[in-house]
């Protein structure tokens, strides 16, 4: 009988310590998107949550997080440190796992390479986005792919993107949160309409969040209403006056947003908080989970 007792109790403690073990670390697998509509091999950095290679069946929300000018799919892990941010929050409990996605739009060189979100003359990457990336990740990865699962977050450049892919196709986001965002653009930074920055800066005016708002029919006002919104931005930031002038765009039309104007300027560490806003955000406005 004393053998039983203390085999019973040498089950119960391995049991309890393979229950306590932590579920396996997350990680940063970088992929490669073959875009035919840009005739180009896109660089996706894709953020797994803790436990995802371990739970085989499991489904997660989505969230496609987006770099500023000048940067690439790497900013957001390399100076943004978003691995650390998601990881924290994931433990504690402050939002639920999901899949982050980080496509390169850009690169340092804006003279010369291309940078942007939208469909301009000689590259049209919101065809691709929506066209080939969104299908490439939910094809690859355990992803739940209906709008109420599916969230788009980004800064500055990609700020403004973020907020033009959900104007534009609002069934396809359950919430967007913007970041110092570049939501139109009346400077054009540069003379020559063939520089790349040029034509980058030219398609953010043509993609005017602000002017969307405000030429907006009521049914695509509607369409808005089905979007959960949140506008970030620094209090001495160069972009200020464009979050603000969304935000009161939207709130003449009825589109509910949350807005933030916090201590902060145009730069990483402001952005590097703002995630630890903007997952749980995105968590929150996620449907039901699986």
Known sequence: MKKFVICLSLFCLVAATATAQPLRESQIR??????TILGEDVQVNVYLPAGY????EKLYPSVYLLHGLSDTYTAWEEKGQMKNVADQLFAAGEATRMIIIMP???DPDTHNVWNGYFNMPGRNYEDFFFGELIPAMESRFRIRGDKEHRAIMGLSMGGGGSTVY???????????YAMSAWLDNNDPWSDNPQDKLYIVCKSV?????????KQADDATIAKLRTVKWFIDCGDDDFLL??????YQEMRKRNVRAELRVRDGWHFWEYWHQALRIALPFASRNFGTPE
């Open 53 to 56: 290679d371990a739970q085989g």
């Open 241 to 246: 006056d464009l979050s603000l002038n969304l």
């Open 205 to 213: 005016h043509e993609h005017s969040a602000i002017e969307f708002v």
């Open 104 to 106: 390169n739009a850009g």
């Open 30 to 35: 970088t992929e490669t998107v073959h875009s």
């Open 166 to 176: 959900s104007q534009r196709h609002p069934e396809m986001f359950s919430s967007c």
